[in-house]
């Protein structure tokens, strides 16, 4: 089975590769466009832009699922979080969607994002790292090392994979 992840980050790609283990997978990177901001603001924006790209990505690589994995932040009461969502798109099925861990940001980080940066560079700095999203992300840095960005999507990919073997069970049709 192929399956086409819209993104060439290594830790989105480690995920799919962690919730798919033990079958005969073709796990091929492309690059899909999320179709919604570089720093997404919300739930509603991540699950769009993690949506977009598991349906651009499965068109893209041919593939007979495709893997959307999308960061972005959502404002609470309690600050402004972290957040993390994941689509899997199959031809003739809604997409399934899954969100994972969420953390508060601190204050410095907060504010330049709620001016209009966006996290990955404001990361870099903060940590004096360069590509923090595509090793620890802001989850491992904010978590002392206890999760990873990778471990946080593995968490969501479980999810997707889990829900798409269970539709499938049920005799869900795919097209």
Request: with cysteine; charged share 20%; aromatic share 6%.
């Amino acid at each position: 089975m192929r399956i086409a992840v819209g993104s060439k980050n290594p830790a989105k790609i480690n995920a799919v590769k962690a919730a798919f283990l033990g079958d005969p997978y073709e796990i091929v990177p492309v690059d899909a466009e999320s179709g919604v901001s570089d720093q997404p603001m919300s739930d509603e924006e991540t699950i769009k832009g993690a949506v977009n790209r598991a349906i651009q990505a499965a068109e893209l690589g041919k593939a007979d699922i495709g893997i959307g994995l999308e960061g972005g932040v959502q404002q609470t009461p309690y600050g402004l979080m972290l957040c993390n969502w994941g689509a899997l798109a199959v031809k003739g099925m809604e997409p399934i969607i899954a969100g994972g861990a969420r953390i508060p940001l601190p204050d410095e980080i907060a504010r330049q994002l709620l001016t209009g940066a966006e996290l990955g560079p404001v990361m870099d700095d903060y940590a004096k790292k360069q590509n923090v999203r595509k090793n620890e992300g802001a989850v491992g840095i904010f978590t002392n090392g206890q999760i990873n960005r990778s471990e946080m999507f593995t968490h969501v990919m479980k999810l997707l994979a889990g829900q798409y073997e269970y539709q499938i069970g049920q005799g869900k049709k795919t097209v």
